[in-house]
């Protein structure tokens, strides 16, 4: 298929208002960038260079040029609904072509590196393929091999994200390890020979082979160098100490930036490479900003993946040549700090050869910032065809223009197979995920609420569906076709208007339902229990005040916060205070309630001895309004602590306890949330009792599925029931013991839509600040209650699975007790029959009807419709790679429940190798097997596989506990994309060079160790782990600053619980850094230092999702070259 083909999209001439492209989508959108400017270029033009090698290759992309994606008129405005509104109008092309948003495409090509191909385990073999031509000659050739192919690889990659800014800049920015995009000066080594005009595209294409690169992926290429490289390489020879040992290099990182600039080496390729001159060059400035990269990259990579998968024959290739180059520079700059760690490698002969540089693959971000780079300051109109909408975490203006926000939903294909056989094949799920309550930016209009009195929404008669801003309106207006089902439907009297010439209402701009892709109704009485207007829902606070609960300091904190954290209680918008009454029990072996009747003098304590038929001791009084009966409620909060101060009880019911909590709402006839502190697993003779089966050795075994069932009914029954009554459980599990069996109280928090808060080993010193707030969190965050949920889909569609934390009693119905704005449903869709025709669409309806904080019965739509297509290319260019990861995630968890550990790898990794390996045989160009061939769109699946297979919440470390891996399970299942993506890939940013006067984080580097400089200090948080690391050689000013002590090993690490105050700029930067991570994550996390070379670093090591796992989970090379030879072996 050739570029043009792929980059079309079919069906959308129109399409001309697509203005923002995002990168891993249509190539066309760069067209501009590729093609045209290049041809003017200069011969010196930097970035043709990188092209380098390719030569032979076919033609360049170059004419893509014309793509539709362009800017188009405003005919591309025509049919959309929004497009009437005045705010909504916008200019059609809010994205200049040529801007640099052009890089996604560069970076598919990243050909050159990854020696995937030829690293992979014999690399002899493979290496000789392709590179044989030019490796071939003198073991010099080799090493330059290598190099070049290096040089290649990131070099494209580089390119991609450079884009905009032409290459040539300053080197120096560049972080370390950081993404390619900084690196420019890589442009710089002239490959001799090209051809001005050759689009860098090329670059892609591994040097070699180079055929016409294909258009939207990423290839990526082991084999080594390229021609250039070979040439002129004297010292080489392939060097006698090859086997190399493992890790012999640490790479790049260590070295850091600095070093590698003095390389000219690798840059040049072409230059010398010896031992001696590298030595040489070192010293010097070094001129060239990439070679410098590859450099450095090049040899300490080659060493770490390397150590495992070289090993056998690939080994001594890799060595002899790397050695003396690598060796060389590598001494003589690493001298400062990395000297130690260097010196082992460098020493030693080898040097691999073929590495995979990490630099050159594919990573995150480099695709976030080109992203970022696309969108920011930018508007992405949500009804533009067949584009997949900007990244989760980029910053964006989005314009629903009859489709929803992407931030309330996302599908994991924006181009939807018309036929179930084409989505087979291809092995991507088809789902949505669904956000119903995400928090949107303020200038991101708000919901519309529609008012309709009496006769609410207008409905299909026969799907029951909605009406939407995708209805047709025929007959004169009369009736309506359902854009779900297609059934002609006759429009009510009331609801009759006018139509255009274009067939569109004429009141259609002033009808929200009619332009928006989401909007809100009031409901009528048909849509509440019993046909009856609901209360406003109720917060009940169950306090556990067991013995243990007192000496951990619990309840004092409760007592201290609790009647600040009620002045958090939410509002509906406009409200002027919250309706929302709270009500407050405490409980050890019984239940006690208070009467909190704002006419008493003083409250009440009723108690409830007989746990085994709870019952409510009090109707009036129970639930008050906070303002009203504030007085008594502060009476009994700072009573509680003095009344249990001298417990001795240590028995907790609180199975009865959260019984009494769900009658309470029963009696009041509302909807409500039930807040748990618990801080013991239930024990004794009476309900919900459980038994300690904390049992680790399960981990990873076939009976690993057993500790994360429930104990017994009773918990998961109790929530059933919760359910019914829309009473939603909030718990905060703040044991000092290391078994509660989250699991178990899981299967009854998650039925109702709730959330576990865990504090493993409570520690108020610690943990009390992140327990406060977090609870003042979940106490305001807007929640929908008493929920249920449907998804409907187009003829030929159905959504047929669900993931949450939810509960359903059939196939169809959803029900959530309580819906928050952090928690998703993921939702999987089959094929019934097919669906249209090439060009047409599909539609997603997701109906939320639920009950407001403010008691109000409403009903919230969100409408998606996406391009249908036979076409399997076009089905890749519009996968959601983070989408895709979200449900590989959740259903990777789900069936930890009941398949083991092993079977649950081994099959994401055969419907990962399936993806890939279909797109290379069905989309790509016929190219060497020793290519890798990515799509563009999913060229992160290998690692974010990686990651997964070994993250906590799917893979149990043996040191992990029981609870911790239950409760991450848990959290995994209702998170929304924005959650999935830093948990996959950890964020990591270097804090020892962020200056005081900076706003904003520091730019994140590469997660893997190597990337870490050992005079650094960086911050690793996922959203449930944040994590401050100190190099063994930080400097002494800085921990003096920051720690208030004067050295390393001053530092208490076991106490830390956060960042002490100190008045100078080094300390106040800190905090405010970890004070803009923490707000951008629904957790308060829990902040951990580690210093390099403790125990700890264990903590820090598991979240580097790029190294292999100490549980014999394959590092991101690892799993780069098997997948390669998979998806080789696969098409052979
Ligand atoms: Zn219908």
């Known amino acids: 298929m050739s570029w043009d083909s792929q980059a079309r999209p079919?069906?959308?001439?129109?399409?001309?208002?697509?203005?923002?492209?995002?990168?891993?989508?249509?190539?066309?959108?760069?067209?501009?960038?590729?093609?045209?400017?290049?041809?003017?270029?200069?011969?010196?033009?930097?970035?043709?260079?990188?092209?380098g090698p390719p030569m032979q290759a076919g033609p360049p992309a170059a004419g893509h040029a014309a793509m539709p994606g362009q800017p188009g008129g405003p005919a591309g405005m025509q049919g959309h609904p929004g497009a009437g509104q005045g705010q909504h109008q916008q200019p059609p092309n809010m994205m200049p072509p040529s801007s640099p948003a052009g890089p996604r495409p560069m970076q598919g090509q990243m050909a050159g590196?990854?020696?995937?191909?030829?690293?992979?385990?014999?690399?002899?073999?493979?290496?000789?393929?392709?590179?044989?031509?030019?490796?071939?000659?003198?073991?010099?050739?080799?090493?330059?091999?290598?190099?070049?192919?290096?040089?290649?690889?990131?070099?494209?990659?580089q390119m991609g994200q450079m884009a905009g800014p032409r290459p040539g800049s300053a080197p120096s920015q560049?972080?370390?390890?950081?993404?390619?995009?900084?690196?420019?000066?890589?442009?710089?080594?002239?490959?001799?020979?090209?051809?001005?005009?050759?689009?860098?595209?090329?670059?892609?294409?591994?040097?070699?082979?180079?055929?016409?690169?294909?258009?939207?992926?990423?290839?990526?290429?082991?084999?080594?160098?390229?021609p250039n490289s070979a040439q002129g390489h004297p010292s080489m020879g392939p060097g006698p100490?090859?086997?190399?040992?493992?890790?012999?290099?640490?790479?790049?990182?260590?070295?850091?930036?600095?070093?590698?600039?003095?390389?000219?080496?690798?840059g040049q390729m072409a230059g010398p490479p010896g031992v001696g001159p590298g030595a040489g060059h070192m010293a010097g400035p070094p001129p060239m900003g990439g070679a410098v990269q590859m450099a450095g990259p090049g040899a300490g990579q080659m060493a770490g993946p390397g150590a495992g998968q070289m090993a056998g024959p690939g080994a001594g290739q890799m060595a002899g040549p790397g050695a003396g180059q690598m060796a060389g520079p590598g001494a003589g700059q690493m001298a400062g700090p990395g000297a130690g760690q260097m010196a082992g490698p460098g020493a030693g002969p080898a040097a691999p050869q073929q590495r995979i540089s990490p630099e050159s693959t594919p990573h995150p971000l480099a695709v976030w910032q080109a992203d970022s780079d696309l969108y920011t300051g930018k508007t992405f109109y949500t009804n533009t065809p067949s584009m997949v909408p900007p990244l989760p975490m980029t910053s964006c203006h989005i314009v629903d223009q009859g489709n929803c926000s992407s931030r309330f939903m996302r599908s994991t294909l924006y181009n939807v197979p018309v036929a179930q056989e084409i989505l087979h094949n291809c092995n991507i799920p088809l789902g949505l995920s669904i956000q119903p309550f995400a928090k949107v930016p303020q200038r991101e209009n708000t919901i519309y609420v529609v008012n309709n009195g009496d006769t609410g929404p207008v409905r299909c008669r026969r799907c029951k569906g909605y009406i939407n801003p995708h209805v047709s309106f025929v007959d004169g207006g009369r009736k309506f076709v359902c854009n779900l089902c297609n059934f002609a439907n006759e429009v009510p009297d009331h609801y009759q208007c006018q139509l255009d010439q274009h067939g569109r209402r004429l009141d259609a701009s002033e009808r929200p339902e009619l332009s928006y892709g989401s909007v809100e109704f009031?409901?009528?009485?048909?849509?509440?229990?019993?046909?009856?207007?609901?209360?406003?829902?109720?917060?009940?606070?169950?306090?556990?005040?067991?013995?243990?609960?007192?000496?951990?300091?619990?309840?004092?904190?409760?007592?201290?916060?609790?009647?600040?954290?009620?002045?958090?209680?939410?509002?509906?918008?406009?409200?002027?205070?919250?309706?929302?009454?709270?009500?407050?029990?405490?409980?050890?072996?019984?239940?006690?309630f208070y009467n909190l009747k704002a006419s008493l003098a003083q409250p009440q304590m009723m108690v409830v001895a007989d746990v085994n038929d709870v019952f409510l001791p009090l109707l009036d009084g129970f639930l008050v309004d906070v303002e009203e009966s504030s007085s008594l409620i502060e009476a009994v909060l700072q009573e509680l602590p003095n009344m249990y101060r001298e417990t001795r009880e240590t028995t907790s019911c609180l199975g009865p306890a959260v019984q009494a909590g769900l009658e309470a709402l029963k009696a009041a006839g509302c909807a409500g949330k039930l807040f748990v502190f618990s801080s013991s697993m239930p024990k004794g003779d009476m309900p919900g009792?459980?038994?300690?089966?904390?049992?680790?050795?399960?981990?990873?075994?076939?009976?690993?599925?057993?500790?994360?069932?429930?104990?017994?009914?009773?918990?998961?029954?109790?929530?059933?029931?919760?359910?019914?009554?829309?009473?939603?459980?909030?718990?905060?599990?703040?044991?000092?013991?290391?078994?509660?069996?989250?699991?178990?109280?899981?299967?009854?928090?998650?039925?109702?839509?709730?959330?576990?808060?865990?504090?493993?080993?409570?520690?108020?010193?610690?943990?009390?600040?992140?327990?406060?707030?977090?609870?003042?969190?979940?106490?305001?965050?807007?929640?929908?209650?008493?929920?249920?949920?449907?998804?409907?889909?187009?003829?030929?569609?159905?959504?047929?699975?669900?993931?949450?934390?939810?509960?359903?009693?059939?196939?169809?119905?959803?029900?959530?007790?309580?819906?928050?704005?952090?928690?998703?449903?993921?939702?999987?869709?089959?094929?019934?029959?097919?669906?249209?025709?090439?060009?047409?669409?599909?539609?997603?309806?997701?109906?939320?009807?639920?009950?407001?904080?403010?008691?109000?019965?409403?009903?919230?739509?969100?409408?998606?419709?996406?391009?249908?297509?036979?076409?399997?290319?076009?089905?890749?260019?519009?996968?959601?790679?983070?989408?895709?990861?979200?449900?590989?995630?959740?259903?990777?968890?789900?069936?930890?429940?009941?398949?083991?550990?092993?079977?649950?790898?081994?099959?994401?990794?055969?419907?990962?190798?399936a993806l890939l390996a279909c797109y290379r045989k069905e989309c790509s160009e016929p190219a060497s097997g020793a290519r890798l061939i990515l799509p563009e769109a999913l060229k992160l699946l290998p690692l974010y596989v990686c990651s997964l297979i070994k993250c906590e919440a799917v893979c149990a470390q043996s040191d992990s506990r029981i609870d911790d891996k239950a409760w991450l399970m848990h959290q995994v299942t209702c998170m929304p994309v924005t959650a999935s993506v830093p948990y996959l890939y950890p964020t990591v940013m270097p804090v020892h060079t962020a200056r005081p006067d900076d706003k904003g984080l520091p730019a994140p580097i590469r997660c893997y160790y190597e990337a870490l400089q050992q005079e650094g200090i960086y911050l690793l948080e996922n959203g449930f782990v944040l994590i401050l690391w100190l190099g063994r050689f930080t400097h002494p000013a800085w921990v003096k600053d920051v720690f208030g002590v004067h050295s390393l090993a001053e530092i208490d690490t076991e106490k830390f619980g956060k960042l002490?105050?100190?008045?100078?700029?080094?300390?106040?930067?800190?905090?405010?850094?970890?004070?803009?991570?923490?707000?951008?994550?629904?957790?308060?996390?829990?902040?951990?230092?580690?210093?390099?070379?403790?125990?700890?670093?264990?903590?820090?090591?598991?979240?580097?999702?790029?190294?292999?796992?100490?549980?014999?989970?394959p590092s991101y090379m690892d799993l780069l070259c098997h997948i390669h030879k998979e998806i080789r072996n696969a098409l052979a």
Request: aromatic share 6%.
């Open 113 to 157: 590196p990854p020696g995937a191909g030829s690293m992979a385990g014999p690399g002899a073999g493979r290496m000789a393929g392709p590179g044989a031509g030019q490796m071939a000659g003198p073991g010099a050739g080799q090493m330059a091999g290598p190099g070049a192919g290096q040089m290649a690889g990131p070099g494209a990659g």
């Open 522 to 592: 009031l409901a009528t009485t048909d849509y509440c229990k019993e046909s009856k207007w609901p209360e406003p829902p109720a917060y009940i606070f169950l306090i556990e005040v067991t013995y243990q609960s007192v000496s951990s300091g619990l309840l004092n904190l409760l007592s201290r916060m609790l009647r600040l954290i009620f002045d958090e209680l939410p509002k509906d918008t406009g409200e002027q205070k919250s309706k929302v009454r709270i009500g407050l029990a405490t409980f050890d072996n019984t239940v006690h």
């Open 1060 to 1113: 002490q105050v100190f008045d100078n700029p080094t300390s106040t930067r800190l905090r405010a850094i970890v004070a803009q991570l923490l707000a951008r994550r629904s957790h308060c996390m829990k902040m951990v230092v580690v210093l390099q070379g403790s125990q700890k670093e264990a903590l820090l090591r598991r979240h580097l999702c790029e190294d292999g796992g100490g549980e014999g989970t």
């Open 689 to 913: 009792m459980l038994k300690n089966r904390e049992d680790r050795a399960l981990f990873r075994t076939d009976k690993e599925k057993n500790l994360y069932a429930p104990q017994n009914p009773f918990y998961p029954d109790l929530g059933a029931n919760c359910v019914k009554q829309g009473a939603c459980i909030e718990m905060f599990n703040c044991s000092t013991a290391s078994f509660v069996d989250i699991a178990t109280m899981s299967s009854m928090v998650s039925a109702t839509g709730g959330e576990i808060h865990l504090y493993p080993y409570f520690n108020i010193q610690t943990d009390g600040e992140r327990l406060v707030k977090d609870l003042a969190h979940s106490v305001g965050r807007q929640t929908g209650f008493d929920a249920v949920m449907r998804v409907r889909c187009s003829s030929g569609l159905r959504a047929t699975d669900f993931w949450g934390n939810l509960h359903m009693n059939n196939t169809t119905d959803v029900l959530l007790a309580g819906v928050d704005c952090d928690k998703a449903i993921s939702v999987e869709v089959k094929y019934d029959d097919k669906l249209g025709e090439e060009g047409a669409q599909a539609y997603y309806q997701v109906a939320l009807l639920y009950t407001s904080v403010g008691g109000q019965r409403r009903l919230r739509l969100h409408n998606l419709a996406v391009s249908c297509t036979k076409q399997l290319a076009e089905v890749y260019r519009c996968a959601d790679m983070d989408t895709i990861m979200n449900m590989f995630l959740k259903k990777a968890v789900r069936k930890l429940q009941d398949t083991p550990y092993k079977s649950i790898r081994g099959h994401l990794l055969e419907q990962s190798i």
């Open 241 to 266: 100490g090859q086997q190399q040992p493992p890790n012999m290099m640490p790479p790049s990182s260590h070295a850091g930036p600095p070093p590698m600039q003095g390389h000219p080496g690798a």
């Open 10 to 51: 079919p069906g959308q001439p129109g399409a001309g208002m697509m203005t923002g492209q995002r990168s891993g989508g249509p190539m066309q959108g760069h067209s501009g960038f590729a093609g045209p400017p290049m041809q003017g270029a200069p011969p010196s033009m930097p970035h043709q260079n990188m092209v």
């Open 174 to 226: 560049q972080p370390p390890g950081g993404p390619m995009q900084s690196q420019p000066g890589f442009a710089g080594p002239p490959m001799q020979g090209v051809p001005p005009s050759m689009p860098h595209q090329n670059m892609a294409g591994p040097p070699m082979h180079a055929g016409p690169p294909a258009a939207g992926h990423a290839a990526m290429q082991g084999q080594p160098g390229g």
